[in-house]
């Protein structure tokens, strides 16, 4: 399901509310009233894409017809290893945390949308209190990375979940928190930083 813009997901969020109070849809021009629109042309223009991109549907000239799809949440877009270089990202079984669960970080609505989640599998990263099982929260990079921050690097076709740290132009090492692994060198080209650790779920399901 393609991701919303900011005022994509405005709309979205006031028609799930909508609904949530009333048991029943909204029409354009309640929309456009809700929303502050001067027009109801500019909401039709949003519902169009928000059609397009399969959050909603409706029934051709028909009032009160739209139906949510799908709730919004934060993806759990696979298995990463908190290991030595061994799991990629896969897409089967694919969950979503609800943005209930989500809320609890703190996190706005309408930045659901930037958010992937990630179950953990191994144990290099227990000294940061994340085991094998844990589902990770991460965020995409934005800027420069800090050193000692928590990511998830792909090298290759192959994830890990380690702590940053750039050597120098060249290397950068990556680090578990369990002094059973040893530190990993890789070439800074051939690094890519899929995501910034954010916090993490235990025992969801």
Do not use: C
Request: hydrophobic content about 40%; proline content about 6%.
């Amino acid at each position: 399901m393609l991701q919303l813009t900011p005022r994509q997901q405005e709309l979205f969020e006031w028609i799930e509310r909508y609904i949530a109070e009333k048991h029943i849809s909204p029409t354009v021009r309640e929309q456009a009233e809700g929303m502050g629109h001067k027009s109801p042309a500019s909401v039709q223009s949003l519902l169009n894409r928000l059609k397009e991109k399969g959050w909603i549907t409706w029934i051709p000239r028909k009032s009160r017809s739209i139906r949510i799809l799908k709730q919004k949440g934060v993806p759990i877009v696979g298995a990463i290893g908190a290991s030595p270089l061994l799991e990629t990202f896969t897409d089967d079984n694919f969950e979503t945390i609800p943005f209930e669960v989500f809320s609890l970080f703190g996190k706005p609505s309408r930045d659901v949308s930037r958010y992937i989640a990630v179950r953990v599998r191994g144990d290099s990263m227990i000294g940061d209190a994340i085991a094998s099982g844990d589902v990770v929260i991460l965020r995409p990079p934005n800027g420069a990375v800090k050193p000692g921050t928590i990511v998830a690097a792909r090298v290759g076709s192959q994830m890990t979940l380690k702590h940053y740290h750039p050597i120098d132009e060249k290397t950068v090492q990556l680090r578990a928190s369990n002094d059973t692994y040893s530190p990993i060198d890789v070439d800074a080209e051939s690094l890519d930083i899929q995501g910034v650790y954010v916090s993490l779920l235990r025992g969801f399901l």
